[in-house]
């Protein structure tokens, strides 16, 4: 299976180099596998996860990511690789003004298809989320569950090379977690989309194999 | 009425901004006339011992624009009115030549004086007379309501813009989650600006409107009822075609700058 992520020596920080956060990690994830990353508060988790979609660069070493390497990408590459990732957040990021639908199809306007196209696959998504009643509410009008589903049906909208979810249960019940967990488990398995997820606790139920990175003082650790 | 009040924001500025540079347009054109109008009444007065030509004059300085001999017979018969015909064709023969002189451009008074300086160093001009001091004192009145308007042209411009920047952080603020969303999911610098190009761009046509209204009414229907003279005279200065052109482009323009500067003002995170 082909590489989607390959980190050699790789080292993240903040403040220009000031404040270090991930120091040499080397590792591979490759196609259609399920990752899990952990590690205490302030680890360096997120930060992780932010370097995969080129919103921190490295500051040394080499991160490939879908074959481009991300210390060097130029911008315009990398909206284009943005359009092959779904991003799953903590705190949803759905945008408050636009109702579910319009928010679940963002990807597909990104990516210029047409009206037809975005109505036929919101539709299909909401119902694969299980939200099919909740096209024209808004964002707000919604539970923290309910959200998180339409964050999950956005990325997945554009059956995306990999999803990078953040927290992704951080905010909700244990009911709206499994559900949460669920859709990304279907995922992987039907599309062969490589999930990687940050959490502070892997769920108890979860039937797919998975690898298990964990960070500490900096480094990337692969637990077996 | 939220709605309302946001489109407000940017369209009351906007519209003194236009309004600013349609001030100035017309302003501009009202002065090139007036300036004409001196410059045309304006004359001085040449006395030379020969005869000489308009291109004479130009080449002592390029400001003269047109000279024309003053027919001496005309001032002998006024001084002369009981000499017999052969004593007048004497004092003609005998006096030199006398020429008014037109100018370009309109000059301030140091002007003045370098042009009458440069004209007395030819041998052929005896003496320039520039009946300055009634020209000044036009001069410095005129210069003092052009300065005036223009400093009150660039205040009112100025307090518009600050107003604009201010309606730009309301912007920013209210439109930053959904570009920063769209930035991570990989939208273009157009896709990310184009709800707010749309609501810019609305509100810039609608204040261009305005204006432009409010102006074509001063044209055609006010300034031939106002009575007031110089509005009756110069009232296609008030209002052109062009203006329409010029105060769409600017209204565009600062629509373009104001939006491109709230999106890529907007970092995708925090950190």
Redesign the interface.
């Known amino acids: 299976m082909a590489n989607v992520i390959h980190a050699e020596n790789l080292s993240l920080s ?1 403040d220009q180099g000031k404040k270090k956060i991930i120091q040499n990690a080397k590792f591979t994830v490759k196609r259609g596998e399920f990752v899990f990353i952990t590690g205490r508060s302030g680890s360096g988790k997120s930060t992780l996860l ?1 370097s995969f ?1 080129g ?2 660069k490295p500051t040394e070493g080499s991160l490939m990511v879908g074959g481009l390497e991300m210390t060097t990408i130029p911008r315009r590459k ?6 092959h ?1 779904g ?1 799953i957040f903590q705190d949803y ?6 109702n579910v639908a319009k928010n679940v199809v ?2 597909l ?2 990516a210029g298809f047409s009206l037809d196209v975005q109505k036929t696959q919101a539709q299909r998504l909401l119902k694969h989320v299980k939200l099919s009643n909740y096209a024209n509410r808004f964002p707000l009008e919604l539970s923290g569950g309910e959200q998180q589903r339409v964050g999950v049906a956005r990325a997945l909208a554009k059956n995306p090379l990999m999803i990078l979810a953040d927290e992704p249960t951080g905010n909700l019940d244990d009911y709206s977690s499994s559900v949460i967990w669920d859709l990304l488990e279907n995922a992987c398995l039907q599309l062969e989309t490589t999930v990687l997820v940050v959490t502070h606790k892997i769920p108890t139920v979860f039937s797919l194999p998975y690898r298990h990175f964990t960070i500490e003082d900096g480094g990337v650790y692969e637990i077996h | 009425m939220r709605y309302i009040k946001e489109h407000i924001m940017f369209i009351l500025p906007m519209m003194a901004i236009l309004l600013g540079i349609e001030f100035y347009l017309v302003f501009d054109r009202m002065t090139s006339s007036y300036e004409s109008a001196l410059r045309d009444g304006y004359s001085m007065l040449a006395i030379t011992q020969k005869e000489m030509k308009t291109e004479d004059f130009k080449k002592l300085n390029s400001e003269i624009s047109q000279s024309t001999r003053i027919d001496k017979s005309e001032i002998v018969k006024q001084i002369s009115s009981n000499q017999s015909q052969k004593d007048t064709e004497d004092i003609i023969k005998a006096l030199p030549y006398f020429y008014t002189l037109k100018l370009s451009t309109y000059v301030d008074i140091d002007s003045i004086e370098s042009i009458k300086k440069s004209l007395l160093k030819s041998n052929d001009i005896k003496r320039v007379e520039t009946f300055g001091d009634s020209y000044y004192s036009k001069y410095r009145l005129f210069s003092f309501i052009k300065f005036t308007l223009k400093i009150f042209i660039f205040f009112m411009v100025l307090v518009s813009l600050f107003l604009v920047i201010k309606q730009m952080e309301v912007w920013g603020y209210k439109h930053r989650q959904r570009i920063q969303v769209m930035e991570i999911f990989g939208a273009p610098l157009m896709l990310r600006s184009g709800v707010l190009f749309k609501v810019a761009l609305t509100d810039a046509f609608t204040a261009t409107l305005f204006i432009v209204i409010f102006f074509a009414y001063l044209r055609f229907l006010w300034a031939g009822s106002s009575g007031v003279n110089i509005m009756i005279e110069q009232k296609d200065l008030l209002f052109q075609f062009n203006d329409v052109v010029i105060l769409l482009t600017s209204a565009i323009l600062i629509v373009i700058i104001s939006v491109y500067s709230v999106v890529l003002g907007i970092k995708e995170s925090e950190e």
């Open positions: 903040y932010k979609y919103n921190l990398l909206q284009e690789l943005r359009t990732i991003i990021k759905l945008i408050n003004e636009w963002l990807p306007m990104i």
